[in-house]
């Protein structure tokens, strides 16, 4: 009898377990599955241990986030007081407003926050020619830094984050590198200002708001780097206070910037929850996908073009095969037209 009553305990007990554990399981899905962010990370700043994160290693395009970079790098060569006049190449980059011309005198100062507020992508490449003479000499400087800090899976192709050949980053690089980039007075100051007025030499006045708007909205905010470009989608790194604990936070590639939001406040949720010993600290790897090429074209799943590239080799014609060549050419057409307005990083 009591060797009977054991077993039926030990039974209810590894049925309570399982049931745990698949509540537990559930409960964790569910955790990642509320975010739109394919890849996502909350990481405790006092520890450097990871709260929460969604593929938080995956490699994706950085977008303006890499401004934060191109910042701290001309921080440790130029004074803030140094001026500095826009080059024809500097000017002639595709970036938002305002406009920089050539020959125009900024100082370093102002020229950081129009990088980082405004993210002009002129104001950048300024600042990069202005340390090393050139775009491409500074680049070296940036991955420099970044393999310094410790940011290994990260590398840049140029100083304002438009869309460029071997470029990526991963949402923990991101932590990594705000991490360092609040050491510095000036950016710690720039990030979580909200409007700011800008002076050229000759008088031109330039009034700029901060891309960050939960600087408007969440009074736990220290402050962030938004980022856009139509292959990486929107992408944002941010600093918060939780109780008197730093948090970083950083997502790269949602569809919309509302998401962006949206998304951060549910990250600092959950580093709460983890904080405050409701929940434990979770990491969710998904079915990490390849970084495809741009494409301004309705996108269609991987697997959906698996399939038609499939069905198309088995059914082609000569007709078909003709008619397939002068489509790609159309279409090629098409998106290098698209390319030029859809060039801009924010």
């Known amino acids: ?22 509540l537990f399981l559930l409960h964790s899905i569910s955790f990642a599955d509320d975010m739109d962010a394919p890849t996502a990370v909350a990481v405790d700043a006092q520890t450097g241990k990871i709260l929460y994160g969604k593929n938080p290693h995956l490699k994706l395009p950085p977008a303006s986030t890499t401004k934060l970079v191109t910042v701290m790098v001309a921080l440790e060569r130029l004074s803030p007081e140094r001026k500095i006049t826009i080059s024809e190449n500097a000017a002639k980059t595709s970036s938002v407003s305002p406009k920089l011309k050539a020959g125009e005198v900024y100082t370093v100062h102002d020229l950081i926050y129009l990088a980082l507020m405004r993210s002009v992508n002129s104001a950048a490449v300024a600042l990069a020619e202005a340390v090393a003479g050139s775009e491409e000499d500074f680049i070296k400087l940036m991955n420099e830094k970044v393999n310094k800090i410790g940011a290994k899976d990260t590398k840049f192709a140029n100083a304002s984050g438009l869309p460029g050949k071997e470029q990526y980053t991963t949402v923990y690089d991101l932590t990594k590198i705000m991490s360092h980039a609040l050491s510095y007075p000036l950016i710690r100051e720039v990030i979580q200002t909200r409007v700011y007025v800008i002076h050229s030499e000759d008088g ?28 990486a989608r929107h992408c944002f790194v941010s600093a918060a206070r939780i109780d008197n604990r730093l ?22 949720a959950k580093a709460e929850n983890v904080l405050s010993g409701k929940n434990e ?64 990083s924010i």
């Not at 009898?1 to 305990?9: N, T």
């Not at 891309?211 to 980022?227: A, F, P, R, Y």
């Not at 741009?294 to 014609?317: D, F, G, H, P, R």
């Not at 279409?331 to 307005?341: D, E, P, Y």
């Open 1 to 22: 009898m009591k060797k009977l009553v054991e077993s039926l305990s030990l039974k209810v007990c590894l049925k309570f377990l399982s049931l745990f554990f698949l």
């Open 204 to 231: 031109k006045e330039h009034f700029i708001q901060n891309t960050n708007q939960l600087l408007w909205t969440e009074d736990n905010i220290i402050g962030g780097k938004t980022g856009y470009t139509k292959r």
């Open 247 to 268: 948090v970083y936070t950083a997502i790269l590639g949602v569809p919309h910037r509302d998401k962006l939001w949206k998304d951060t406040e549910i990250l600092l």
């Open 281 to 344: 600290p979770f990491v969710q790897f998904t079915q990490e996908r390849p970084v495809l090429k741009a494409s301004y074209n309705k996108t269609k799943s991987l697997e959906s073009k698996k399939q038609v590239v499939k069905t198309k080799k088995n059914t082609s014609s000569k007709k078909d095969i003709k008619t397939k060549k002068i489509t790609r050419k159309k279409s090629k057409q098409k998106r290098t037209g698209n390319a030029k307005i859809n060039s801009q």
